[in-house]
Every structure is written in C-alpha cells, then in structure tokens.
C-alpha cells in the first residue's frame, strides 16, 4: 500500500511565482495609501490657505430649505444630515419601485418577442428599438412636459369613480387612515412565506418531477396575513378619500408629478435593455430543449416556465443586475424634473454651505453603497439560480 505523499511546505522564495505575486501586491497597496494620502493631505493645505472649512460638522446645522417631497417629516429649521436623509430615501423609492416595475414589464416584453402571435411580436419589438434608442433624458423630459402640459390643472382633475384623480399635481389615491403598517408587515410576511413555499414546491420537483402550485398559494399567503395584520391592528374601516375642492385635490395618498416622471422614464427606458436581456437568455437555450419539451406534451406556456426560463436564467441574471444598476445610478437625474433625490438635495446643500468635498463625498457614498447592495442581493440570487450538476 502506497503511503499518503505529505503536503509540500511553502517556501518563501523570490523564485516562487506565489511569493512575487504577494510582494507586488503589497507594493501596489503602499504606493495607492501614500498616493490618497498625498492628494487628502494636499487638498487640505490648499483649502487651509484659502480659507476654506472643511468636515462634515455642517450636517448639525439647520438646512433652512424646504423639501417638496419626503417619506419622513421635515422641516426647514432641521440640519443638513436630516435634510440628505430625505433625498437618500427618495433615491431609494424611486430605484426599489422601478426595479420591481422594471423586472415585470422587461420579462413581458422579452417573453412576447417569442409570441406566436406577429402583432404581439412587432409590438415588442416596437416597444425595444423606439426606447431603447431614445436617450434617457429625453424621455424624462418628454414625461414631464405630458404631466406639465397635457394633463389638467387640479381644479379640474381627471377623476376614476371619484376616487382617483389626476392632474398637473400628480396621482392622488385613497389609503387606508389607519392600520397600514400592520398590514404591510402581514403582506411581508406573506411575501416571506411564499417564498419558502416556491422552495419547496422546487426541491420537491427536482427529486421527485411532482410540481405544485406556484402561483395561488404564495398569493393567498400573502392575502391572508395582510387580512391577519389587518385584525390586529382591530379591523379599522376608516379610508382615507381624497376630495375635489374648489382649486385642489386634498386627502389621501399621492404620488407628484415630478416623482411620476422620473418613475415612468426610468422604468420605460431599463425596461427596453431587460426585455433584451430576457431575449437572449431564452435564445441561449438549445432548441432541443424546446422540442423535448414539446415531445412531453407541455403547453407553450408551461415549456416557458418549467423548461426555457429556469435555464435561461444563468444567463439573464448577471447583465440583468447591470440594468438595476443603471436604473439606479440613473435616478440622479431626477434633478431635470425638479424631484428631490440625494443629488438634488446635496447640491442645494453645497450651494448654501461650501462644502463641496464632502457634499460629494456623500453622493458617491450612497450610488456605491445602493450599487454594491443590490450586486450583493444579485449575486447570492444567482448562486441560488444556477443548476448545479450532479
């Protein structure tokens, strides 16, 4: 019987293509700190003689600004770090609403370029190449200018049952006037569940071929503990309505037209490149697969869902984090249609502090830190996506 061959030890040798490896990497890391700290060490000294404040102690201050539009209560008189906040939050609602409307009608529209139907076809097809060639501040202009110019002023909305209305202010909507949180956190948990159950259903399929539902189940889960959260918070009835007035529309919940504009750009424009995305991922599947699928008697619908996507997706899921990333690195050109977002907010705020380091700093902090998130929750999705062979 042969004995085991010890484990080589490592020698640390300048021969040893290892060790040359890790000495020029220690040496590009020296040279990169001692470059950053030249040129911080430097701007400061060029700030220093020119009078210049720097830190980020201006973030304590009052911002004296109002915010058209905020998730949390603001007002002028609170700091500069509060007032950036409320631009962060309506940087994250715009990309976390356009990623999930994006996702939907970029699948559909990739999906229907595969239609048997030729004017479903030519229709997305139409859809891909007027969007996609079309620069993206354009059609934000162009959707601002239709909230601007085509729709009417709010003294004379355009009303659905006298419950929503639409107007040169924006969408107003009724909501709930008390309870909501409850059940929203119903309707994530319901969310959650659905989720495990798809697991489920999946790992059963992969052992066994025996497919569940996937569809109704995760939605009446998600129903359900909304109706429960709605009984804990003790059933309230109370809507929140918004009403006609005389030169407005007040009550309810409601989206601005700057925030519209920016929301429909966004998600029209990535939608055009998911749709493409889409497209080629499906494309990257062997026709054989199709044909066996066929051969097993699965309908178009069902070889779309059981056999073509979950392959598909290997392929979809790395350019398509691209796109969620463009859309939300795009979002800061909210500040062409007047909407409050992070880069909006700071520029106000370096205009009226001076400090435009560290302003930017911020910015570039917020787009890398949303960036390297969204990459994250992208690529575990992707390790959980890819078919693992046997």
Not at 104 to 119: E, K, M, P, Q, T
Not at 380 to 385: G, I, L, P
């Amino acid at each position: 019987m042969n004995s085991p061959v010890p484990p080589r030890r490592k020698t640390w040798s300048l021969n040893s293509r290892a060790t040359r490896g890790l000495i020029f990497q220690a040496i590009a890391i020296v040279l990169i700190a001692a470059g950053l700290w030249f040129l911080a060490n430097n701007m400061q000294e060029n700030m220093r003689v020119r009078g210049i404040q720097s830190g980020f102690d201006f973030l304590n201050m009052p911002a004296g600004f109002d915010i058209g539009e905020s998730l949390i209560a603001y007002e002028p008189d609170q700091s500069y770090g509060r007032a950036i906040w409320v631009g962060v939050l309506n940087t994250l609602k715009v990309a976390v609403v356009g990623i999930v409307l994006t996702t939907i009608i970029g699948v559909a529209i990739g999906v229907g370029r595969f239609s048997r139907n030729a004017l479903v076809r030519g229709l997305c097809y139409g859809y891909v190449e007027l969007f996609r060639n079309v620069p993206i501040l354009l059609q934000l202009l162009m959707w601002y200018l239709f909230f601007l110019e085509i729709l009417p002023a709010s003294n004379e909305a355009w009303s659905s049952a006298g419950l929503v209305f639409l107007s040169k202010a924006g969408l107003s909507f009724p909501v709930p006037a008390a309870g909501i949180g409850h059940v929203l956190s119903g309707a994530l948990a319901g969310l959650v569940a659905g989720w495990l159950w798809r697991q489920r259903v999946q790992k059963r399929f992969e052992l066994t071929g025996q497919d569940g539902d996937r569809f109704w189940v995760p939605v009446a889960l998600v129903v359900v503990l909304a109706i429960v959260g709605w009984v804990v918070a003790g059933m309230p009835r109370e809507w929140n309505v918004p009403e006609q007035l005389a030169f407005m529309v007040d009550g309810g919940a409601s989206a601005s037209a700057e925030f519209l504009a920016l929301l429909i750009g966004l998600v029209i424009y990535t939608a055009a490149f998911v749709a493409e995305v889409v497209r080629g991922g499906i494309q990257s599947v062997s026709r054989g697969q199709d044909e066996a699928a066929a051969a097993l008697g699965l309908s178009q619908r069902q070889k779309m869902k059981l056999v073509i996507l979950p392959q598909a997706m290997r392929v979809i899921i790395p350019p398509l984090t691209n796109q969620y990333l463009n859309l939300t690195k795009n979002s800061s050109l909210a500040v062409a249609v007047g909407y409050p977002d992070v880069v909006s907010i700071a520029n106000t705020t370096l205009n009226q502090s001076g400090r435009a380091v560290e302003c930017i700093a911020i910015i570039m902090l917020v787009y890398l830190s949303t960036s390297l998130s969204t990459s994250v929750i992208m690529n575990w999705y992707n390790q959980r996506m890819a078919i693992k062979e046997r």
